[in-house]
């Protein structure tokens, strides 16, 4: 297991006490469907440390400070604060920044599983774990919302609009990841697709895969 740096054991820390302050109304007004809302935050929260120490997966500090971020960004002040449903642009927003998490979590993925050496091969896997994940995400909400009776999917404001915007600006983020990727690698340019490569290969000893 890699050493979780002191920046996200606060991000961590930080989590799970404002999920303990929101929980006293849903748990006062008896509202279970967001008592499991703002409950869950803790778990997904702690996946990625859980992942190092069960798992034995090592993680990049970068990558578990982009999640945590895109947590409190995306999970917290989006459901829990109710920013979806105040700022029209915040899910859009949302949905295009977890493209981008997605996109880092693939990239490491493919990194430090594959021998292969092609980046047209390395973006497509990129592109299609987003797509992937998009899609099984789309799938929950809808899911969830049959069950609590709810409309996560503003299927009743907006039909299949809200579903579709979502699914396609998560895979513009993966593709604007890619095009930053394409970049760095023609002009080997220092920027945070090899800053973050070079720490993989401070973790593990050594590239994974041959520099592209």
């Known amino acids: 297991m890699m050493k979780i740096s002191k920046f996200n054991k606060v991000l961590l820390l ?19 469907y967001n008592i499991l809302i703002v409950i869950s935050i803790i778990p997904v929260s702690l996946f990625p440390f859980l992942l190092e120490k069960y798992g034995n997966i090592k993680i990049p500090n970068f990558l578990i400070t ?8 995306a999970y917290f002040f ?3 604060v109710g920013l979806y449903n105040k700022i029209s642009w ?15 979590a693939a990239y490491y993925i493919y990194k430090i599983s594959s021998k292969n050496n092609n980046k047209v091969i390395l973006v497509l896997f990129i592109v299609g774990v987003t797509s992937l994940i998009a899609i099984s995400w789309e799938i929950f909400e ?8 709810k409309d996560a999917q503003h299927v009743i404001d907006t039909g299949v609009n809200d579903t579709m915007i979502d699914m396609i600006v998560a895979l513009l983020g993966s593709i604007l990841f890619s095009f930053i990727y394409f970049l760095e690698s023609k002009f080997s340019i220092n920027g945070i697709i090899n800053i ?3 720490e993989i290969e401070d973790y593990y000893g050594k590239r994974s895969t041959k520099r592209l």
């Open 90 to 104: 915040y899910d859009t927003v949302a949905h295009f920044s977890s493209g981008i998490l997605i996109s880092f």
């Open 142 to 149: 809808f899911v969830s919302d049959s069950i609590f009776k």
């Open 14 to 32: 930080f989590v799970i006490i404002i999920a303990l302050i929101y929980i006293i109304n849903p748990i006062k007004e008896m509202d279970i």
């Open 66 to 73: 982009l999640y945590m971020i895109f947590i409190l960004f």
């Open 78 to 80: 989006g459901s829990i």
């Open 196 to 198: 973050y490569d070079k």
